[in-house]
């Protein structure tokens, strides 16, 4: 793109441009849509964007800046929000500097030499995912003090057609659920104060228009990477202009610069596609695979799990867990992890934690019998740890009970039993470090499930100061120095599930456990809410037990498999209460996960459009030679047919061999009649050819499947 002499900065990625002026005070966005050519100017976007002066309003209206402040006299949402002794409510910095680190990755400094403040943008953009990463920092250069109450990563426009919100809600074993609304004049607002990145909050936010869905239309898509308290802005003013903001919730006086100190906001990671929700979707998994998996756990096909978890909990018997070891590998699995229970006075969720020694009651010769027993039916041993938490029934509290956070003489508010340990106190992440260093030392562990199970509540620190965002630092600190001490240990991140998911902590961990529920039917819409900003091979998806420990809902082991083939499948049940089918069923689904883990890891998704009784999805290797489709009837059909299915992402003028690979066909058999209803039209459709624009323009006639049963297709392009 030509900018003449004037100061506009371009980025631009595969499909877009953002384009920032920097001719003003200040540097705003003012455009970022489809790529541009070279013929299209900076100053043909500030004569296109000229906005008359309105009634009984500024003369000069207020330039929506990527950090606007009140000190320029607008009234919107602040991009940053300071005090001090003086002045500094009212900073208003101005540009001083442009850099160019390199082709798509600027920084502009902008500094109030009254106040001696400095603020920092950081812009890099993905060129091939069109990913932009975004951060803003704060300098005190000041002789006073300033306390920092709010930075956002940015501030984004919105245009005017894109004003319909998907954001994401949820609970436990309810995480990533879609809510959409129609913006209206006013601010949608969501504020985490829960410690983590939450359940019921997670810091995700689509902007698109009303037409949008998953196959074509406009869409932006916003992520803050941070694991700790965040809060979401999204205004139309009263002007009619609109933006969304993003940042870091800070709790009052958490962040005081001295002078010569800053503070630097979370990154934000931003996106613009015009062909629908699914492509938004694929440009962040890309990013992710590019730039936040490591290049050793790519290379490795993600193993099957066995978790122990719902299959015996806190009963550590040597014996069972040899037993369920052979069991899974004899199915199929490849990693065993242990989960909670291993450590000393771990007979249930009271007691133990922060005592990070093997229980030898349960364990009188250590880990080792166990562990080699694992590694001699080939699989890998994973570990569960939760060492941010400290049961008030522990040796380690009675004998540091100050190395909690707490706000005295505030009673503590009981939350599972346990407390939260203050990493941000040397002893206190030393002490973690030495244990677990130790423990990955000794044996041979190749992966933790790393979890955290309550939320911070009372987070003061030794000085009583709020310590979110240094126990986040302290987290992610933690998290690097046992990679570096141990570079080829796994480590998940769960937190009651998927209370911890966001690209901050995964530039440290390579796994996510999407839920604690393993209903099928309720990971379905958990699962497709975590896909908007995560790829398949991140998403921890198991194979649960027949009647969900959570729900208590009874579901075939048909659709329970179903369900994990499109995320890194695992297995947690106690599978000594497989019955003949189910075990042959289960073994079925592992094999077809082994043959297709590569396409499911690598291929790019397509969330389908279809009536609520349905449910599908479809993973399309890059040169559409090959894809994999689901295809779940979660409630009957209200018509005497199902609608018909629309395939998606394929090459038009390819001719695919299509063949049912699920349910599993008992010789040339199908299923009897708990899964289809009267005569289905299966036989004549496997097997057969179609080519790529029917199988998407003219879609397949579903057979009269009963509810809580799944087809998976696969499709191989013959021409």
């Given at each position: 793109m030509s900018n003449s002499s004037h100061n506009y900065i371009s980025l631009s990625g595969r499909n877009s441009s953002l384009v920032i002026d920097c001719n003003n005070e200040t540097p705003q966005i003012i455009y970022w849509r489809e790529r541009l050519s070279k013929q299209s100017t900076g100053q043909m976007m500030d004569l296109l964007r000229l906005r008359q002066e309105a009634p009984a309003s500024p003369m000069q209206e207020i330039a929506l800046a990527i950090t606007p402040t009140t000190g320029q006299g607008y009234i919107g949402h602040p991009g940053i929000s300071l005090h001090g002794?003086?002045?500094?409510?009212?900073?208003?910095?101005?540009?001083?500097?442009?850099?160019?680190?390199?082709?798509?990755?600027?920084?502009?400094?902008?500094?109030?030499?009254?106040?001696?403040?400095?603020?920092?943008?950081?812009?890099?953009?993905?060129?091939?995912?069109?990913?932009?990463?975004?951060?803003?920092?704060?300098?005190?250069?000041?002789?006073?003090?300033?306390?920092?109450?709010?930075?956002?990563?940015?501030?984004?426009?919105?245009?005017?057609?894109?004003?319909?919100?998907?954001?994401?809600?949820g609970h436990w074993s309810g995480e990533f659920q879609e809510h959409q609304l129609e913006q209206h004049f006013g601010s949608y607002v969501r504020e985490n104060r829960r410690g983590r990145t939450s359940h019921d909050s997670f810091p995700g936010l689509i902007m698109r228009t009303k037409n949008t869905d998953q196959l074509q239309g406009e869409a932006y898509g916003f992520h803050l990477g941070w694991s700790g308290n965040h809060k979401i802005v999204a205004e139309k003013m009263g002007d009619g202009r609109a933006y969304v903001q993003m940042g870091e919730?800070?709790?009052?006086?958490?962040?005081?610069?001295?002078?010569?100190?800053?503070?630097?906001?979370?990154?934000?990671?931003?996106?613009?596609?015009?062909?629908?929700?699914?492509?938004?979707?694929?440009?962040?998994?890309?990013?992710?695979?590019?730039?936040?998996?490591?290049?050793?756990?790519?290379?490795?096909?993600?193993?099957?799990?066995?978790?122990?978890?719902?299959?015996?909990?806190?009963d550590h018997d040597q014996e069972t867990l040899k037993d369920l070891a052979t069991r899974a590998a004899s199915i199929g699995a490849e990693r065993f992890v242990l989960d909670d229970g291993w450590f000393i006075g771990r007979n249930d969720d009271t007691a133990g934690l922060g005592d990070w020694y093997v229980d030898q009651q349960y364990y009188p010769h250590g880990l080792g019998p166990l562990i080699e027993h694992v590694k001699a039916a080939g699989l890998e041993f994973g570990l569960w740890f939760e060492p941010e938490m400290i049961n008030p029934n522990s040796d380690l509290f009675r004998a540091h009970p100050e190395w909690v956070l707490s706000t005295p003489p505030n009673p503590q508010l009981g939350f599972r039993n346990q407390l939260v340990l203050d990493l941000s106190r040397t002893q206190v992440f030393d002490y973690l470090f030495e244990r677990i260093n130790s423990l990955l030392t000794e044996y041979d562990i190749s992966y933790i499930k790393w979890d955290m199970n309550r939320d911070i509540n009372h987070p003061g620190d030794a000085s009583g100061k709020p310590a979110i965002h240094n126990q986040t630092r302290a987290f992610y600190r933690l998290l690097a120095k046992l990679k570096s001490a141990h570079p080829n240990v796994e480590i998940e991140s769960c937190a009651s599930g998927g209370g911890r998911a966001d690209y901050g902590v995964l530039a440290h961990t390579d796994r996510i456990w999407t839920s604690d529920s393993n209903d099928a039917l309720e990971r379905l819409k958990i699962q497709k809410g975590f896909s908007y900003f995560f790829p398949a091979e991140l998403m921890g998806t198991h194979v649960g037990p027949r009647d969900c420990h959570i729900t208590h809902r009874t579901i075939n082991m048909a659709m329970r498999a179903s369900v994990v083939l499109f995320g890194h499948m695992g297995m947690e049940m106690d599978l000594r209460e497989l019955t003949a089918d189910e075990i042959v069923e289960l073994k079925a689904m592992i094999t077809l996960y082994k043959k297709h883990r590569h396409l499911v890891h690598s291929g790019d998704l397509f969330r389908l459009e279809l009536p609520e009784y349905m449910h599908g999805l479809g993973i399309v290797s890059q040169d559409k030679s090959e894809a994999l489709f689901s295809c779940s009837l979660v409630a009957c059909s209200p018509a005497s047919l199902p609608d018909q299915f629309f395939f998606a992402g394929l090459d038009k003028k390819a001719l695919y061999e299509l063949q049912i690979i699920w349910p599993t066909k008992s010789g040339e058999h199908w299923p009897k009649a708990s899964v289809f209803n009267f005569k289905t039209n299966l036989p004549e459709i496997d097997g057969k050819q179609f080519s790529g624009e029917l199988l998407m323009q003219l879609g397949m006639q579903i057979p009269l499947l009963t509810p809580q049963n799944s087809l998976i297709f696969h499709l191989a392009r013959i021409n």
């Open positions: 002794d003086t002045d500094q409510w009212s900073a208003a910095p101005e540009i001083s500097k442009l850099e160019t680190v390199a082709a798509n990755h600027y920084v502009i400094t902008n500094t109030d030499s009254s106040r001696q403040l400095t603020t920092i943008h950081t812009l890099k953009m993905d060129s091939d995912s069109d990913v932009l990463e975004i951060t803003t920092k704060l300098i005190n250069n000041s002789e006073s003090a300033v306390h920092v109450d709010w930075c956002a990563a940015a501030t984004f426009p919105i245009p005017s057609n894109c004003q319909h919100i998907i954001g994401f809600e919730l800070l709790l009052p006086g958490e962040i005081i610069l001295q002078k010569g100190q800053s503070y630097q906001s979370p990154t934000l990671y931003a996106s613009y596609s015009n062909q629908g929700l699914s492509s938004l979707s694929q440009q962040y998994h890309q990013y992710v695979r590019s730039h936040l998996i490591r290049q050793t756990v790519k290379n490795k096909p993600r193993p099957v799990h066995y978790n122990t978890w719902e299959g015996i909990y806190f």
